[in-house]
């Protein structure tokens, strides 16, 4: 799948937001500005200016303690943080151990403490919902307490591992202190993944390691950073990132591109010849190859998981499986009525192609043509990069690089141009990662929300569920496509991935094995051969909820545009309603639903 990618482990980002100051004044029992004739000034009193207070006072804690635990999530977050209060941090990965989760446990039973203290009637409205965004986050994180040594931090595609090394070469290189703060970096890596492998052993020993195919496929992961130092791509991109700095001498550029080399070679090709030699020695201690429900307190957990990431609307995971079932019904039905009343498209299948492949003319087409449905962006640019040969393997078909916060001007998006995704079709993959999608979506939302603790909260089910939503849409533009193939595309592709989404629920929280997998795909989809289910299966148990990020945000903005089309009648605009979940950002959707029933309540014809 199509990643958004920014490293961060799991933990709570917020904002620094300033106290408001009187000099020279005591507080009075309520504080009121005389108005000039024919004005009007809102009146607050104290007990309402201390709750504010106290929550601009919490967002500065959470963010302060957050962007100050890593090295690296710190640099993508922000590219100037002396410019929003954050001083100098040490030049690590942070800490990965079940000790840190236990003092992270600590900080935010204290940070719902200090929220639950305060009075959400007392908020302005965009605080009210920042609040409540926070409480449900905060209680779901706690909601995992015990469950530490059930968390992944390696997989083949989407694991730290796979995604750490590209996140290094595209560490931006501001100044001269921004090379220095990457070889310390990069220097830390052995340390840090000598963590990891002691976090694993602690798995094991706790019966709770992966299983063998799982860590074979972490192992292929590895292999491509054991070459030489100096054909590492690591290498190129360090020395092309260095010769476009201009305040460094052609004599410390080849300084530092020599001392990159023997960081390289000392202690980055190193770490993964380590973490290789761990999961070696830890291989054939995996308990389980199935899904979580077969692991003690995996139910839990999954429960845990899918509450953290997928963030429905819906109370249980029983009736979210029930309306994603109730889903793929009504795609697979459309899909059949489109095949049935269309009987030519399906021999263009195998033939059909869209009008450009060249990236930045589909960007731009898709640019110019979402005007009509979709609000307008500030200026902003966008690089298209091609993921580096040796890690074709291990990397998605496509990602969308987040920028820092403080420069959301300057956007990537990677292509993998590997053999196994050739076949996917570049006009939907860059909506999906670019207009309307991914860059689209973040820029509007940084540009056009005040508040820095919202910039930052990463909730994958609606950025991945709109990038989906979106991509499904791209379908219906001038693409090229003949009539009708469009939608029919759309629908199997929606169909897909429903597929993929309740097999996860299938087999972490139902219990499905291999075997049960294997025949629901041939019974009910003709989907058959060993290294097919194979491929689908452990992809799925190796990546639990990583699908249903995707599918249930595009189920729930689906649902939401339907009752609103109905609601509304001709009164409907896509746009409107478009800008509606823009303006209102990443959120849970258990947050996101009430305020939807607002704004429909609001726009509903008298």
Not at 124 to 140: N, P
Not at 165 to 191: G, M, W
Not at 298 to 305: A, D, F, P, R, T
Request: some cysteine; proline content about 4%; charged content about 25%.
């Amino acid at each position: 799948m199509k990643k958004k990618t920014r490293y961060q482990t799991r933990r709570f980002t917020a904002v620094l937001m300033s106290a408001i100051l009187l000099t020279g004044c005591a507080w009075p029992e309520t504080i009121q500005t005389q108005p000039e004739t024919g004005s009007s000034y809102e009146t607050y009193s104290a007990n309402e200016l201390t709750h504010k207070n106290q929550f601009r006072q919490l967002e500065e804690e959470i963010f302060q303690d957050s962007l100050t635990q890593s090295a690296l999530d710190l640099h993508f977050t922000l590219s100037a943080p002396e410019e929003w209060g954050v001083g100098e941090i040490s030049q690590t990965f942070g800490q990965f151990s079940t000790e840190t989760t236990v003092e992270d446990f600590e900080k935010l039973g204290k940070w719902k403490d200090q929220l639950d203290a305060i009075s959400i009637r007392n908020l302005e409205e965009d605080q009210k919902l920042t609040y409540r965004i926070l409480s449900e986050y905060l209680e779901t994180e706690l909601s995992a307490q015990g469950l530490e040594l059930y968390s992944e931090p390696l997989s083949s595609t989407i694991g730290l591992q796979a995604q750490l090394p590209i996140l290094l070469s595209e560490y931006a290189f501001y100044d001269r202190q921004d090379v220095e703060n990457y070889l310390s970096l990069l220097s830390d890596i052995d340390r840090f993944y000598s963590q990891i492998i002691e976090f694993e052993k602690q798995k094991s020993e706790a019966g709770l390691f992966m299983c063998d195919q799982a860590a074979r496929d972490v192992l292929s992961s590895c292999e491509p950073y054991l070459i030489q130092a100096d054909h590492s791509f690591l290498s190129e991109t360090f020395n092309t990132r260095i010769d476009a700095l201009t305040d460094l001498t052609e004599e410390e550029k080849a300084a530092y591109k020599e001392e990159n080399l023997k960081v390289l070679t000392d202690h980055f090709i190193p770490a993964y010849q380590l973490l290789m030699d761990g999961i070696n020695g830890l291989m054939g201690t995996g308990t389980n190859d199935k899904g979580l429900c077969w692991y003690p307190k995996g139910k839990e957990y999954y429960e845990y998981l899918v509450r953290a990431n997928i963030c429905s609307s819906y109370n249980t995971i029983e009736d979210l499986k029930r309306a994603m079932e109730k889903q793929m019904s009504e795609d697979l039905n459309a899909l059949g009525e489109i095949a049935a009343s269309n009987p030519q498209l399906s021999d263009s299948l195998e033939t059909y192609s869209f009008s450009s492949s060249d990236p930045t003319e589909i960007l731009e087409s898709l640019k110019t043509q979402i005007t009509e449905d979709f609000p307008g962006l500030p200026q902003c640019n966008y690089t298209v990069k091609y993921v580096p040969k040796p890690l074709e393997g291990s990397l998605s078909p496509a990602f969308y690089f987040v920028p820092p916060i403080d420069q959301y001007e300057d956007n990537v998006i990677y292509i993998n141009n590997d053999s196994r995704f050739h076949s996917e079709d570049l006009f939907p993959t860059l909506a999906h990662e670019g207009y309307p999608g991914h860059l689209y979506q973040n820029v509007y939302f940084i540009a056009n929300n005040e508040s820095s603790l919202r910039k930052i909260l990463s909730f994958s089910s609606y950025t991945e569920g709109w990038a989906t939503y979106v991509e499904h849409y791209s379908y219906t533009l001038d693409n090229g496509l003949e009539e009708n193939m469009g939608e029919l595309l759309a629908y199997n592709n929606a169909v897909s991935l429903g597929l993929y989404a309740l097999l996860d629920v299938y087999i972490h929280y139902d219990g499905w094995g291999r075997d049960e997998v294997k025949s629901y795909l041939e019974s009910f989809y003709g989907i058959s051969g060993d290294d097919v289910v194979d491929s689908i299966y452990y992809s799925l148990v190796e990546n639990p909820t990583n699908y249903m990020e995707y599918y249930v945000g595009y189920m729930e903005i689906c649902q939401m545009r339907q009752t609103a089309e109905h609601v509304l009648g001709d009164n409907f605009s896509l746009k409107e309603f478009h800008t509606f979940l823009l303006d209102l950002g990443p959120a849970q959707f258990s947050v996101i639903l009430p305020e939807f029933l607002s704004w429909l309540e609001d726009n509903r014809p008298d």
